[in-house]
């Protein structure tokens, strides 16, 4: 599964974007995906997950209420949404994808996102 992410830009804090990952390859709906970021100085973190079929998501606390994955199978598409955008959430956003939740080996490049205060 090859991954690109894009959608990422400035945005003014309490505004909203929304993240896409295109996804080539035969298998992308049988595969668990998942978003990560990594601000400036800081390592890579966990943002959210959707199991292959869509039922299951998982977001991690600093986000939960404000970014929402979903995704497009037939499309080979993965979204997040994020609402309420705040200056923290400044950071290059990763698209993964991979056998199960949690299990994530192939990458996309990330997209930068921009809040500002």
């Known amino acids: 599964v090859q991954l690109q992410a894009s959608g990422g830009g400035l945005v003014q804090a309490g505004g909203s974007l929304r993240l896409s990952c295109a996804a080539s390859?035969?298998?992308?709906?049988?595969?668990?995906t998942g978003w990560f970021r990594q601000a400036p100085g800081k390592e890579r973190e966990f943002v959210a997950a959707i199991s292959w079929s869509g039922g299951t998501t998982y977001y991690a606390d600093f986000v939960k209420g404000r970014f929402t994955i979903s995704r497009d199978n037939p499309k080979k598409l993965v979204y997040l949404q994020m609402n309420s955008l705040k200056s923290e959430d400044t950071a290059v956003y990763y698209c993964a994808a991979g056998p199960r939740l949690g299990k994530y080996e192939h990458w996309g490049q990330g997209t930068l996102v921009t809040v500002s205060s």
């Open positions: 390859g035969r298998t992308f709906s049988n595969v668990a």
